[in-house]
């Protein structure tokens, strides 16, 4: 296929590599895409970690086509269409209790910067406005937007915008150890301490001038990172303690990809509000959201007159028909397959499968919850990422499966619908592409 690539400047990808042998996809059905040179392969990362129920649902394409023909677009400032109540109706009915109230984006960088904004709009509607702060991690990812990069603790996406970011920012540190959890299954027993570094910042800062506190439960660009037992807990005690809000980045944790709708679940802890995104639509239509708890929404709303706007935040394709469509027909086909039901039922296959790989060359580390799993390499000797990028490649193009890599870190998050075949089929090519690369 002659397709010309000059013009296009493609995200987070190196351009030149990528230009002098690119990989081109042109369609996908379920668990496998289609190459340009007509190659199947398996997806063992359900595109970017979000097509949560498989590719070309029927269920989720006649709905948007459907759509499409009725109502291409409606304003959603002063005007609404029922498909977006419906879609924040379906949405509340599987977020924890408490939180039924749903704020539409387009991607999961917009849903939090909008969480930030939404947490500092409700410290101001109790009076509480000096409440201006916000603690993230280190290892940290909540998108690209300036608020997202400054709460996140990526080095390499804030370095070149370092002057730029917000203000009032600190980080806690991140909770991986190899030396206490190395070839942790599921969640390590060690590190719950480390939340209690939480104290120490509001020593630092007063909890007074602190709006929130954001993590992922669990870091997954970063290179999954498995929250210790009980650390999750002890943040919610001590924003409770100290009347922070929490926010809960579920961009990649939603929608059962550890066995239950959302990782607040799985961890049994509320947090305040919660971003989403990807699995929300099966990421058939850009779409992203906040959820938060009934409080936070009532207090913001009730802090105004009838006639006045309460928040002055909001996107033109916020709730876009399109993408509320895909939601509602994702969230059934969640429902009626029970798909987050079978992703708990997977894991511990999945875990098996991916623990193989202990004694392949080069594996450092290994660490899994759910269908999430991070297979950690050593680096090669001043070539930092080069050794994940050729196993990334092996697997492509010589087992056809896709997996992602970022440093020297494999991650897998296949779809919901993944056979236990087809896990096996996974890390089976990772074993082989370890073997092959030197
Ligand atoms: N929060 C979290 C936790 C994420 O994982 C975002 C926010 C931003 O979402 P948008 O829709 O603005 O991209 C993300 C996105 C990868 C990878 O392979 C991860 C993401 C995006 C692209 C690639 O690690 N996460």
């Known amino acids: 296929m002659a397709v010309n690539l000059d013009n296009l400047w493609m995200p987070f990808t190196a351009n030149k590599q990528f230009k002098a042998s690119p990989r081109l996809f042109v369609s996908a059905k379920d668990m496998h895409y289609t190459t340009d040179d007509g190659r199947q392969v398996l997806d063992g990362t359900a595109g970017l970690w979000c097509v949560n129920a498989g590719h070309g649902r029927a269920p989720i394409v006649s709905a948007i086509c459907e759509m499409a023909q009725t109502l291409d677009y409606a304003p959603m400032f002063q005007m609404g269409h029922p498909k977006v109540f419906e879609a924040a109706s379906k949405l509340a009915a599987i977020t924890p209790e408490g939180m039924d109230k749903v704020f539409f984006t387009n991607s999961g960088s917009e849903a939090v910067d909008s969480a930030l904004k939404m947490v500092l709009t409700y410290h101001r509607a109790k009076g509480e406005g000096q409440r201006t702060k916000f603690i993230g991690r280190e290892r940290g990812y909540h998108g690209v937007g300036f608020g997202g990069i400054s709460v996140g603790g990526i080095g390499g996406n804030r370095k070149h915008f370092s002057a730029n970011l917000m203000p009032g920012v600190d980080h806690l540190p991140h909770t991986l150890s190899y030396e206490h959890a190395a070839f942790s299954r599921g969640e390590p027993e060690w590190g719950a301490h480390l939340a209690d570094n939480l104290e120490n910042l509001i020593a630092l800062h007063d909890a007074s001038t602190i709006a929130g506190v954001i993590v992922e439960p669990l870091a997954g660009s970063t290179g999954v990172l498995i929250p210790p037992k009980g650390y999750l807990k002890r943040l919610r005690e001590l924003c409770d303690k100290h009347g922070l809000l929490l926010i809960f980045d579920e961009v990649i944790t939603g929608f059962g990809r550890l066995g239950t709708p959302f990782a607040a679940q799985y961890f049994d802890v509320t947090p305040d509000l919660m971003t989403l995104a990807k699995g929300l639509n099966n990421a058939a239509v850009?779409?992203?959201?906040?959820?938060?708890?009934?409080?936070?929404?009532?207090?913001?709303?009730?802090?105004?007159?009838?006639?006045?706007?309460e928040f002055f935040h909001g996107y033109t394709y916020s709730g876009h028909p399109l993408a509320a469509a895909?939601?509602?027909?994702?969230?059934?086909?969640?429902?009626?397959?029970?798909?987050?039901?079978?992703?708990a039922s997977l894991s511990a296959h999945f875990e098996n499968e991916i623990h193989k790989l202990k004694d392949a060359p080069h594996v450092k580390d290994i660490r899994n919850l759910g269908l999430v799993g991070g297979v950690e390499l050593n680096p090669r000797d001043g070539a930092i990422g080069a050794r994940a990028y050729e196993a990334f490649l092996h697997c492509f193009y010589e087992s056809g499966v896709m997996v992602r890599y970022t440093g020297d870190i494999l991650a897998f998050s296949p779809p919901l619908i993944v056979s236990e075949a087809q896990i096996t089929e996974i890390f089976a090519a990772v074993g082989k592409a370890l073997r092959a690369v030197a």
């Open 326 to 343: 895909a939601a509602c027909a994702t969230l059934d086909v969640y429902r009626d397959e029970q798909l987050f039901e079978r992703a």
């Open 286 to 309: 850009p779409m992203g959201a906040v959820v938060c708890k009934n409080e936070i929404y009532d207090t913001v709303v009730n802090a105004v007159p009838a006639n006045a706007i």
